[in-house]
């Protein structure tokens, strides 16, 4: 007997009839002797049309009360998910983050988990019930409703894993696993049976959408063994995320890149001509994440005649709201020539384990790009990952000509 945490995405509760379908794979497991714990999230589409039914009232709504109106999205599935286990002759009980209760910290719209109290949900699991939790939400300390930002459902998988010390969390999803890149980019992308976590936490941060980058991190830190599934199929193993990175060193098989990323969502803000004097990075970036605006590439030039450029992405949503605190907070002390804002563009990444060992990954790269005569604009390196910030319209064309590049597609 396991305790299995299963998360089912919105496509898999989209209408009552993918919930009768959810509940029967629940049922199966539950008839095998395990304990489950299902996490599910809003149907699919129901949090951008509850976004948007607030900006109807106001472009900019208060955060707080956002959060009262899109959590209400996992509260319709948890219930609908107990009640199609119970139709089928299960206990089922359902719980909303801040019955559970999910303590979080108190940055709406982005929260991030403090502690959940596993102790109901034990006890529920025990006395023989499927325990149905709602995702992306929780509670801060005074009570208030709180939500962990998109895709954050994923998030609360793998931390009510951790919590409850699972066997093993699985996230169903319409995709069947992680692939080598997004497969309606590349018809040719390979579907990955294990990739490590450090893999994973690079693809997840840049721009593959299969698992939420916390929900990553979180499985990192606490060793929740995660495995990526098809909520449409009734068997495969999917991709299975590990920790044993030595293992996979040995295999003769490994590629050096794992998978080639993208992200539409980056916008570039370039303060042009400030004066090149310690502290500088510290004067437009310090406003920027008191405002809790994430940061991604950053570049300084080597600055000539005392002056330099200073150039980073926001995601596209924020690049209007970090402009406006240069302008407002950072300009009247720093006198830049120029401030420009630029959401044109992509960044698209390689991503793989077995750059560590091997040299002239990130020349290929430069090369392969270069063939295609797309211009980069900005690099950013790590251990295992090399990122470019391209124009957002050569995107698909540098995501196939590296995939090909770096021998990902299918033989
Ligand atoms: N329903 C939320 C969203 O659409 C959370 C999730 O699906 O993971 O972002
Ligand atoms: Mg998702």
Same mark, same amino acid.
């Given at each position: 007997?396991?305790l299995?945490v /299963?998360k089912y995405? #919105?496509?898999? !509760?989209?209408?009552?009839e993918?919930i ?8 199966r497991f539950k008839k095998q ?8 999230s809003a149907?699919s @589409?129901?949090t951008?049309?509850? +976004?948007?039914?607030?900006n ?5 709504p208060?955060?707080r009360?956002?959060?009262? +109106?899109?959590?209400?999205g996992e509260q319709?599935?948890?219930?609908m ?14 719980y %909303?983050?801040s019955q559970v209760k +999910?303590?979080t910290?108190?940055s709406?719209?982005?929260a991030?988990?403090i502690?959940?109290? #596993?102790q109901?949900m034990?006890?529920?699991?025990d006395? @023989?019930y499927?325990v149905i939790?709602a995702g992306? $939400?929780?509670?801060?300390a005074e009570g208030?409703?709180t939500?962990?930002g998109? @895709?954050?459902s994923?998030?609360t998988?793998?931390a009510l ?5 699972a066997?093993?969390?699985?996230i169903y %999803?319409? !995709?069947?696993g992680v692939y080598?890149t997004d &497969?309606?980019?590349v &018809?040719?992308?390979?579907r990955l049976?294990?990739? %490590?976590?450090e893999e994973?936490?690079?693809l997840a941060? /840049?721009?593959s ?7 990553v991190?979180?499985a990192g ?6 495995r990526?599934?098809?909520s449409f199929?009734?068997s ?5 995320i590990?920790?044993e990175?030595e293992?996979k060193?040995d295999?003769?098989? $490994? &590629? ?21 004097t310690?502290?500088?990075? =510290?004067? *437009?970036?310090?406003?920027?994440a008191?405002?809790?605006i994430?940061v991604?590439?950053?570049? /300084? ?8 450029d200073?150039?980073?992405t926001v995601h596209?949503?924020?690049?209007h709201?970090a402009?406006? *605190?240069? =302008?407002?907070?950072?300009q009247?002390n *720093?006198?830049a020539?120029?401030?420009?804002g630029?959401d ?8 793989? !384990?077995?750059?560590?060992s =091997?040299?002239?990954?990130a020349s290929?790269?430069f090369? %392969? ?7 980069? $604009?900005m690099i950013?390196?790590?251990e295992?990952?090399v990122a470019v910030? *391209?124009?957002e ?9 590296l =995939?090909?590049a770096?021998d990902?597609?299918e033989?």
């Open positions: 007997m396991a299995i /299963q995405g #919105g496509t898999s !509760v989209a209408n009552p993918r009768r379908k959810l509940a029967s794979r629940v049922g002797g395990h304990q489950i714990v299902v996490v599910v149907m @589409g129901e951008n049309r509850l +976004i948007s039914l607030a109807e009232i106001t472009k900019e208060d955060q009360e956002l959060d009262v +109106i899109v959590s209400t319709v599935t948890i219930g998910t107990a009640l199609a286990l119970q139709d089928l002759g299960f206990k089922a009980k359902s %909303t983050g +999910i303590l910290d108190a709406h719209g982005k991030r988990i502690d959940i109290d #596993g109901n034990q006890k529920d699991l006395d @023989g499927v939790v992306f $939400q929780g509670c801060d208030n409703i939500t962990l998109r @895709g954050g994923d998030t998988g793998v894993a951790a919590a409850l010390k066997d093993e969390c699985q %999803t319409d !995709v069947d080598t &497969p309606r980019v &018809p040719e992308a390979r049976d294990q990739i %490590t976590f994973m936490l690079e941060s /840049q721009g959408k299969v698992l939420q980058t916390r929900s991190e979180f830190k606490y060793k929740v063994k995660l990526v599934l098809s199929e009734e495969g193993d999917g991709t299975l590990t920790f990175e293992d060193d295999n003769m098989e $490994q &590629p050096l890149i794992s998978g080639i990323a993208f992200n539409r969502d980056e916008a570039k803000v370039m303060v042009l001509g400030v004066p090149d310690p502290g500088i990075a =510290h004067q *437009i970036l310090g406003p920027i008191e405002a809790n994430d991604d590439v950053i570049i /300084q030039n080597q600055g000539a005649d005392n002056s330099t200073f150039t980073f596209k949503n924020e690049m709201k402009l406006e *605190i240069i =302008h407002k907070e950072v009247p *720093i006198n020539r120029e401030i420009l630029d044109k563009v992509a960044k698209v990444s390689a991503v793989g !384990v077995g750059m560590r =091997h040299v002239g990954i290929k790269m090369e %392969t790009l270069s063939e295609e005569g797309i211009n980069i $604009q950013s390196t790590s295992i990952k910030i *391209i124009e319209k050569y995107m698909e064309l540098a995501v196939r000509a =995939h090909k770096f990902l597609d033989a």
